[in-house]
């Protein structure tokens, strides 16, 4: 082979080479075989799942007065001992005409209230922050909507109509409120004059908060021996108990409700009487945690199955309602950095000790830890866990000094590699 050809195939090999290279790199930088999340903090609980029955200290009220039954409170709110539970009326229409002059009267307050503070508004507030309370005012219109809570959806839309005023004054538009409010109050003024007064009223026999709804099962199980109830109790069905024509609502006295439910005796040990729990939920009957306090674990052994008796004091208008409901107990909540299990490894770590006899020596032990991504380097890093989910741990963040081999552990926001081969300490990748 002359020298020109072997040149020539030689310089067509090196290009070759050379773009296979290029190639190569360009393919790494957008394919990495290296697959990371970034570690984020969180909170996490384990669940026990059941079903609660609901034990009130419950009074039904009553009325035997002919007449049209007109309530004063809403479901879930407070009364006092021989407080005005409803006002009774001769006719629908008196006591239709009372709604209205109750209707007016809450539109005039609100307008005299945005009157009295007209100036101060107008002097302290920015329209961004009236925007900003709108805003939530909205949010919280709509989640009294989707709750299924309609009972609030009128305070609701009163406190939203109220802010979009005080931005009207804010702004300086025109608004019109005092021409408003001498119509609403020379209306007022002439529908009591011609309403009727009520001709009785429902009182409330103690203290407590009215419910307007009865269900029945008020005196399936006692409240004053509700600590006691056994397994066998619980197992049978409570049956509803008819309710007099009479009826019509019960106040709830006492500062405690009680939640009573079945668990297996697995599920008991996490449970301790006298202790918080770390909050119940019902899903399918109100939003957010109830706060509760285990008052009663009653079994045969400790490993058989339970009854177990949660006391709230919490109480809304959903609440209220509730006899029968799924229920979770939020028990072990845990708060800390969230690790994929598939990102945890089993690896040697070294340092240097003093052997005691000061001499400078090298230990390794094996410990649980994760790759992290420092720009192109692989950092092995320990964790120490908190908690073990189904496919995640927590994290300590902050682990004392000595639960830590070598003081190095995962951090908020730190890159997990929770895919790739061939991993080490130190691999530039």
């Given amino acids: 082979m002359s020298n020109k050809v072997f040149k020539r195939v030689a310089a067509t090999l090196l290009a070759v080479l050379l773009l296979f290279y290029v190639g190569l790199q360009i393919y790494n930088s957008n394919h990495s075989s290296i697959q990371t999340e970034t570690a984020t903090y969180m909170t996490a609980s384990d669940t026990i799942e059941t079903t609660g029955y609901i034990v009130r200290n419950e009074t039904y009220l009553t009325s ?10 809403e479901d879930g709110e407070s009364v006092k001992g021989n407080g005005v539970v409803a006002r009774i009326y001769a006719s629908a229409e008196d006591a239709s005409a009372q709604n209205q002059i109750s209707k007016l009267q809450g539109e005039i307050d609100n307008l005299e209230r ?12 920015s329209p961004d922050v009236i925007d900003g309370q709108i805003t939530a005012q909205i949010n919280q219109f709509l989640s009294v909507v989707n709750s299924g809570n309609y009972s609030g959806i009128g305070g609701a839309r009163d406190e939203l109509t109220y802010l979009l005023n005080q931005r009207q004054i804010i702004t300086g538009k025109p608004n019109g409120y005092a021409d ?8 007022l003024e002439s529908m ?60 709830v006295s006492g500062l405690n409700w009680y939640v009573v439910c079945k668990v297996s005796g697995t599920d008991s040990l996490q449970l301790e009487i006298g202790e918080k729990v770390d909050g119940i939920t019902m899903p399918f009957a109100s939003t957010g945690s109830i706060p509760a306090k285990v008052v009663a674990i009653n079994q045969e052994s400790r490993q058989s199955d339970a009854v177990v008796v949660l006391e709230c004091s919490y109480m809304n208008n959903e609440l ?9 107990i939020a028990v072990n909540t845990h708060s800390g950095i969230m690790v ?32 992290v991504l420092y720009g192109s380097e692989l950092v092995f890093k320990e964790i120490v866990p908190l908690s073990t989910y189904s496919t995640f741990v927590l994290c300590d963040p902050n682990p004392e000094e000595d639960a830590t081999f070598n003081g190095e552990t995962v951090k908020l926001y730190d890159e997990v590699v929770v895919g790739g081969t061939d991993l080490y300490d130190g691999k530039i990748v």
């Fill in 64 to 73: 035997d007065a002919d007449g049209v039954l007109n309530y004063v409170l």
């Fill in 114 to 125: 945005l009157t009295t503070a007209a100036d101060q508004i107008s002097l302290s507030t």
């Fill in 180 to 187: 408003r409010l001498n119509a609403l109050k020379s209306q």
């Fill in 340 to 371: 994929n299990k598939k990102a945890i490894h089993v690896e040697p770590v070294m340092k240097v000790i003093d052997d005691g006899s000061g001499r400078q020596v090298k230990q390794e032990v094996m410990v649980q830890g994760v790759y």
């Fill in 192 to 251: 009591k004059t011609q309403a009727a007064g009520p001709i009785g009223t429902v009182n409330s026999p103690a203290a407590g908060y009215f419910i307007g709804s009865t269900d029945g099962y008020e005196t399936s199980f006692s409240y004053d021996s509700v600590k006691e109830i056994t397994l066998d109790q619980l197992d049978q069905e409570p049956v509803q108990q008819p309710v007099a024509d009479n009826v019509v609502g019960k106040v």
């Fill in 320 to 328: 209220s309602k509730v006899r029968k409901e799924s229920v979770q």
